[in-house]
């Protein structure tokens, strides 16, 4: 690498991103281009010859962006958010320059220490039980996303308990969560070899707000064990993906434990709000889990990808993701003195480098932040939450569909008719008209065969009048829409 060229790049690549998010509220928030439009716009081969660096960021401006969907625009409302700061965007930086392969300790100890030491500041910010520190028989990790993380903890419950009942027992072993669970362990347990009929996906309704109730789960594991088959996995959410509901720890980890069950929590989204006091006790139980996962990279200002994963007994994850090739032998590890975080992940090669990005960027984070300021943070998302699910409750024409407990709000547009299904294509119709606006950008879910529209606060730059103008953007649409059907 060219240290010049890269003062004068970085330098022109810096003002183009600083620029791109002065002007971020320009652009319409859900990318509005038809399915192949990028095809049309570029050649049909990689260039020969060398073009500047302007050309490329010309297009990046007139091509690309107009695909882009703006995640960090202050009117994105949809999914979970994925924020970006200025301090993850330099953790970023400083790892793409230094660009250190960290898999082993060997290979770049400062990778593998920082890891340790960071994921021990959050899990103490987020007061989990001291068996999750690096100082004991667990510790922390970072993981690419959430779906890895359940991914890497299954495999370590599946071969423990294949260990106990000898390999041929894999057509009996089952899993269990709420329908509510993210389809994340859906695919974890098609990976790891799940029989599909011995995925338990646990009923749950408006009576609970979505949570799973504990009778459901410990009928379903009498009932298994009844008929031969193995419970080895329970996966209860804190802040499900479709409305943030709250499975009850205390009570689903006693049933977990009793049966010696692999608890795993998903706080994928929520986690972070648990670093305030006041929203601490939503992972009060979390003492009865063996992993408990947060995404970093949701809702905690740390660029995409970071997904911090805590287990309370390490070496059920390294004796089921292990491999110890001649090539990568060396001192330190094989006296046992260090952790090799090759062992803790499914990649190898290609995410080595990820190892260290990643908590260099948390690092970074959690330092020019500092907690008081991350406290602050996630309090003003549920304030701005709260706000508007105050406006929804103003508005007759609307109802709210689900407790809010976070920063995200379930609502939706009541019909006259007595009919479900006319109702839900109303929903269906404003949510695509106010995001064919550019204005703001929500998505859906179904909850109780109902259609309802969700509303997360949590970009970076979301302030009140954003909140007000997506309501005015909403209550407008939904008046068209119901004068055109004279309701
Ligand atoms: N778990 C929950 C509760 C989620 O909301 C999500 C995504 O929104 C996931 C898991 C999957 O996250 P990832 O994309 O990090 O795999």
Redesign the pocket.
């Known amino acids: 690498m060219d240290a010049e060229q890269l003062r004068e790049y970085g330098h022109q690549m810096v003002d183009f991103i600083a620029d791109y998010y002065k002007n971020i509220e320009s652009f319409p928030v859900r990318s509005q281009v038809q399915p192949g439009y990028l095809r049309e716009l570029l050649p049909d081969s990689a260039p020969v010859r060398p073009e500047s660096l302007q050309d490329v960021l010309d297009d990046i401006q007139s091509k690309i962006l107009p695909g882009v969907t703006h995640w960090q625009s202050p009117e994105f409302f949809a999914?979970?958010p994925s924020n970006s700061s200025v301090a993850g965007f330099l953790g970023e930086m400083l790892s793409a320059g230094i660009n250190m392969v960290g898999f082993s300790w060997i290979t770049s100890p400062a990778a593998t220490e920082l890891e340790m030491i960071v994921l021990d500041w959050l899990a103490k910010a987020l007061k989990l039980p001291d068996q999750f520190l690096s100082t004991g028989q667990g510790g922390g990790v970072i993981?690419?996303?959430?779906?890895?993380?359940?991914l890497v903890v299954l495999l370590a419950a599946r071969d423990q308990v294949l260990r106990r009942v000898g390999k041929d027992a894999t057509g009996r072993l089952v899993v269990y969560c709420s329908d509510q669970?993210?389809?994340?362990?859906q695919k974890a347990c098609k990976i790891a070899g799940i029989y599909p009929e011995n995925f338990r996906l646990l009923k749950t309704d408006s009576s609970t707000d979505y949570a799973l109730s504990p009778e459901s789960l410990s009928e379903a594991i009498s009932r298994d064990i009844a008929s031969g088959l193995i419970p080895f996995f329970f996966c209860a959410?804190?802040?499900?993906?479709s409305s943030t509901a709250v499975d009850p720890l205390t009570e689903l980890g006693k049933i977990s434990n009793s049966n010696g069950l692999w608890f795993h929590i998903?706080?994928?989204?929520?986690g972070s709000a648990c670093i305030c006091p006041e929203f601490r006790h939503y992972i009060h139980g979390v003492e009865g889990a063996n992993s408990f996962?947060m995404?970093a990279?949701?809702w905690f200002l740390t660029n995409f990808?970071c997904?911090a994963l805590w287990v309370k007994d390490r070496s059920a994850l390294v004796q089921s993701l292990s491999t110890n090739p001649e090539f990568l032998k060396n001192k330190a590890s094989q006296d046992n003195k260090v952790v090799d975080y090759k062992d803790w992940q499914i990649p190898l090669g290609r995410r080595f480098s990820y190892v260290a990005r990643r908590s260099l960027k948390l690092w970074m984070v959690l330092r020019l932040y500092g907690l008081e300021n991350l406290q602050a943070y996630i309090r003003n998302h549920i304030e701005l939450a709260r706000k508007f699910e105050e406006l929804v409750n103003l508005d007759s024409r609307f109802e709210v569909a689900a407790p809010r407990r976070f920063s995200l709000v379930c609502f939706r547009l009541v019909s006259a008719r007595n009919d479900v299904e006319h109702a839900n294509q109303l929903n269906r119709e404003l949510l695509e008209a106010v995001n064919s606006t550019g204005n703001l950008f929500i998505s859906h879910t179904v909850l109780s065969d109902k259609y309802v529209l969700r509303f997360a606060v949590g970009a970076p730059l979301t302030e009140e009048r954003h909140v007000l103008e997506a309501w005015k953007t909403l209550q407008e649409k939904a008046a068209l829409l119901l004068s055109e059907l004279k309701e």
């Open positions: 999914y979970f993981q690419g996303t959430a779906s890895e993380a359940v669970t993210h389809s994340a362990l959410t804190v802040g499900t993906t998903d706080a994928a989204y929520a996962n995404n990279h949701k990808d997904s």
